[in-house]
């Protein structure tokens, strides 16, 4: 797929996802929340506790299929604008992770349950 291909898909397939890390990690994302870090507590908290229920649910859709390859750093930055500078594969892999156990950490705050 080329990157205008990736970018469609990932706006079609996962809207809520695509537009999470459209806005939390584009090529801004420093100016906007400081850090990686800063980026990561935003998405843990911004938003109802069901937009984000349903972001991870996307996120779980995103994994069973994009997720399974072995780079999924080319998904990243050609699928969602992600400007984060991840330079070996397993970093693609762990920056995903992170942003989902960011959703679910928020959520389980807000709530006071072990949703998952």
Do not use: C
Request: charged share 30%; no cysteine.
């Amino acid at each position: 797929m080329r990157r205008r291909e990736f970018w469609k898909y990932a706006e079609e397939t996962w809207p809520l996802l695509h537009s999470l890390m459209t806005v939390h990690f584009n090529q801004d994302f420093t100016v906007d929340y400081g850090s990686v870090d800063g980026a990561m507590k935003a998405v843990a908290t911004n938003g109802s506790v069901e937009h984000r229920k349903a972001i991870i649910q996307e996120w779980r859709d995103w994994n069973r299929s994009e997720g399974v390859k072995d780079d999924i750093r080319p998904f990243l930055r050609d699928g969602f604008g992600v400007y984060v500078m991840l330079k070996k594969p397993i970093d693609g892999r762990n920056f995903m992770n992170r942003v989902y156990d960011e959703l679910i950490a928020g959520v389980r705050a807000e709530t006071g349950t072990h949703w998952k």
